[in-house]
């Protein structure tokens, strides 16, 4: 894109404007300030139950998946920071990949345990729950992994853990709901008492899959009790493909932000039951909603700071682009959002001027921001079209060759 | 049916059960022990906003009403109780209905306020909200009129209100999702001061209609939050119909047992979203799971006692008829709880046998105990057949000569 | 707005358009050449079946409704058809609405029959059905009151006849699900045969309300076996709101154009189990998609005419500017799905290049074409911006005076 | 179970019955006619794109898959015949596996072909499709495959091929939504062309996964118009976990059966989005009531013959109980359905009775059928409790022992 063109465009968007009180210089700034983690296990391809269809030069381990994440970071400026996973991408020597990650100009976000799958050689199996199950053998070996993985966290300079659980039931009966629940709370006591001094626990819910009858936190509800229950530093995170048919999500966005528990974003898109597609691929006004509701907790409250990562799957496309993409869309929304008239919206709203009100979103959501998204993108050292970018730049192809040798061994998407 | 007929069936019932350490008196107690009030809004025919087809013999009045409820008493010995509607069933002199009822042997549970519709004569209009409103005038006459109808309920013997609030939204932007919530629970809190000793709150989420883009209280979650502020009197209302699709809601029963806030419910069933639907008519085993868990819950707790109410409108069934059959259903999904092998299903959980815990569950609910429940409404002086004792009692008839000149105006169901 | 601004804000438009075959003109030129009908049935305030606040200057006849049509078409000049509901506005003297409606400048679209609701001295009641009623006397009257709607129709000029059916059942075994649909069907023979020439018949599903477990027509499926039994007069209408939970609505309109039988739209918007909102307020990208789909069958296939009708019921918003929100809304859809640059679209699909093909029609979507259906509706004698221009004309308080002694009776949406 | 208690359960069931025209021998037969075919997918443990927790003794080949059917077969005496899935169970030598079934005195069903995986060393890649696929070749190779499939089916005796394709697009724009249907149109053409005398053509619909925008079959009316368009020997597969939030599925089979469609059906359960559950354990009565379609369109229609299968992954049971479970949820559902009064409950639904002709269908469902289902199976050779009697034989543990050398590739679930 040549500069000329996109400063052309930009001031279309101030005369776009000229009635309002934002400014393309907004949009930009919005667009400029908003990061997000990138989650290690979006670099290879993703698969579903049914199948798996790997691309060319998959990372075929975690060194590889900070080269993936730099070039991300290094064409948006918008994500310095990974999210890492284990045991998928534990690490042999911690320091080693801090080093590495050092070299790279990225730092880790938070930690994620695992202990819906079963580790090699453990000594028990999550088949029947993990914090949930009767055994408590079973649970304090869940337990241990989180401590682990805390620790591990701590040596990469995280601060946070997210714990997502698949414990549930897929048969009425199976499990009694009210003692798995203790349960995990027990063991979420546990975990909570072996934050080291700022750390922050995130919960996730999940309404199902795996479990198919009941999950133990399936819906913002229980995680908020959870992080009642636990204290200060633990609150909930929102993963957005993780809601029953229908679900108004900014809605419990803005319910966990009245609960001040609000902890963070796994951002991701979802028409059905699935919750692994591109941010805003299928509902971008929604994702707009959302980062209205941010904007407007921003507005209120001076240290409002919630974890954003990505949590997606990418089974068709390209995993590097599909991140460029998506990074893409959440600055969209981001900038979309700081051009809302908050002042007029709130006036509409007193005035019981629905019509005008609803308008006041829409005008927002309505203007074509991605000129000033470019802007904030090369301003940040990055590029106007990253996709495009990459696509040039032959990276795909070069990792392919070098990548070519080694198996890759999926992780799933959480 | 002959009682010999009815003997050998409970009988054939405790033969079924003789692996059980349960037997069909179980049945009968559990039947006999479960009493249900019964919402004045349920004895006219209902609608839809497509239209109304009245019946005949519509009661006209509320004690024409109570008329009807003392019949539902009388032949399922199972209704002692009346949930009132304010300003639908607003007596005019409330010493005059409380003499009515105890002449008929019927006393008054949570008494329900209203304002999702304009009263005739108000002052303000609803029409963008009650308690949430902006306005803080319109939100003070819905104050006032929870109080009045507190008031009203005091009068009667009533020692509880239900608080189902329509506040939300059609479109985004037309309110603030964070304010609409603050306000509600100000206002909240100030109806929970007016609470006479003795006396609970019962919140009543709904996920929506009539607002159509957001709901204050649209999940149990938000009920939750509004419940544990305002106090140890404040609890939450379950009503079968009100939740997203998919939801399960037996785990939305449990958890509020753990988190300690069961106020009580609503029954009726629903296959969309809908809600008026006779409790058991769609989803039978659901309402057995619900039960199951209302029944693991007061083995645990001595002082178990949630509020049941019945929350239904007939729009094609006979009122009286439908809610004799309601009162079956619920009295089957009772008697199908108690006869779980509670014992043995802990044990199989423990032992982590998903088939025979999910079994021990289906074994209960498989058994036919509408001998059971025959018996125990024959001890309380009811009917085997209440349906078939009413058609044959003539009352319908009977009340449709008498009430054919009256107009009746149909309110609608919560 | 000012000449100058849009002239410069268009001239922005091409600008961003500078690497598409499309240009601004495009999109002005799609704004331009679509119309929608204007139903009459959501000209007063609507409601729910809680309540309905009606808000000043209500038509109280049909008259009055065209009126209020009239303005909608000056403003926008994109609606030129209204679309008759009977019996809720059925002229007593055809001709005169019609030479009312010449006038005006308005014409006739597609009639709607209702036999939801009991006509006041009816023989008969539709309470448990109509054209699916076992008594072959209720399903005669039902046939009969649709072949009159057409003859009304035909002395309007209206050409089409829309059949929504409310018909279904609310209980399990309450209907026969196959005799059901076989009555329908055998109506439905009936109405067709009384067509006139030239005449089309729209059938148009819904999953439920006002029936709540069963509804004949219940989905496009049974829609297109309809139209299919009936003939190449026969087609589906796809109402937006009238789709079960997570419903991929463009991918049912893709299939009734594979199937040949897609008659038509009723616009609107949910988010939920309602379809009664403002087109393109809760999923404007699915709105798009639509519209994106209708431009691809207009492209293959020169004859493409379906029939565009809005179905929205206004319980908030004054209902003429909501109207005129709404076609603002769909003509922004319309002027978007036109910017597809559906040549590199079909190279990417055929590549197989996914994110590209996305990206595709993401850019003609995120493209602010507000500028483009603005200056459609000038040429076309409108105004820039509909709502701002009505509240300015006073239009509203003049009526509201005019038609304050009357009294208005709601008719429901469809 | 002693013989005698048996025999006194069923005096007791016939007593029950006692104002009924059916008997408990009527429900005894019906179980006793009931039969279905196991799906060899079924056998081996089941899992989730998350993880999978096998069990012990999981069959090796598709020659221990056999033998496990026959385990199933001998205790319920309702499982004559196996469908096949390739190349999963691809037979290296058709006729040995034919000996092996005659030798256990099985039979094959229904053939399933899969196009969503990668099979090693194939020339195309099934990761954009197959069928559907833009590029000839793929689609080629897909139509060969299921060209293979059924020849394998007839060296086996099956005459029937069940096309499940998982072909669809993850976003908008991916794919074009009408090509794509005729390329699976055109590709189906070509299989059913190879159809051998004799055989049926199954088509099978899914909304979603593993495409999460859209999919191809993605409902019954696309199912349909597929069938109608093949011909007479196609007709369309109900899998009963293969459908949209609240969908009516018992209306979807009334449907199919007036259209003249209705294949078949893959049974099991689902509450959320997946659909591997033991048919009935979530929705028993939904379960019961799909069987009184059949029951009905079986009173209809001299040569009603649809197929049966079970479609169930057990990701937490042993598969021979959990499959020996259903058989028995199956057989509960076929004989409660044989003892609706359908006289009775014709004349309730012709007499506008709404509460009596539902209450009809509850009386059949509410009946404790298990005795008749026990006995069906006793006469027919089988266990009355076939779980019990499993466990008792030792058969897991011997398998285990015999297995464990063996390494176990899971397939996935249809």
Redo the contacts between chains.
Sequence with gaps: MEPA?LR??L??LD??L?DSPKSGQDAVAAAAAFTVAVPSWALGTG?????R?PGPGEPRDVFEKLDDCAQIHALTGATPTVSLHLPWDEPDDPQALLDKAKELGLTFDAVNSNT???APGAAH????GSFSN?DPGVRQQAVDHNLHVIEVGEALGSDALTVWL?DG???????????G??RVLDSLHQVYAGLPDGWRLFTEHK????A???TVV?????S??LAQALGDRASCLVDLGHH?????V???V??L???GKLGGFHFND?????D???AG?????QLF?VFH?LT??AADEGDFRPAYMIDQSH????PI??LL?TVDQLQ?AAAKAALVDRDA??G???A?D?????????DA????V?PAVAQARLEAGGAADP?AAFRASGYRARVADERAAGAYVPP??L
Aim: aromatic fraction near 12%.
């Design positions: 063109d052309r465009d001031d279309a005369h776009r000229r698969g579903t139950r049914f199948g269809f819906f799958q079963d199996s999550y088949k029947l009767p698949a039931t897929n048969y009425p009966g199976q499990g009694n709901l009210r003692r629940y203790e309404p199902y899959e795996p198919f009858y009941s399936q819906d913002w509800g229980t908020l009790m029953l048919p229908n679900t108004n900014e809605l419990v803005a319910r932000l009245s609960a979802s028409k059905y039951g699935d692994d597609l591109t691929s299928i509902k971008p006004y909603l509701e407007l907790a089974n068709l496309k390209d682009e599909a993409q969209q919206l709130a509409y709203q007193d019981g629905v019509l005008m009100a609803e308008r006041t979103l829409k959501y309505e203007t074509d991605r996709v799933q998407s």
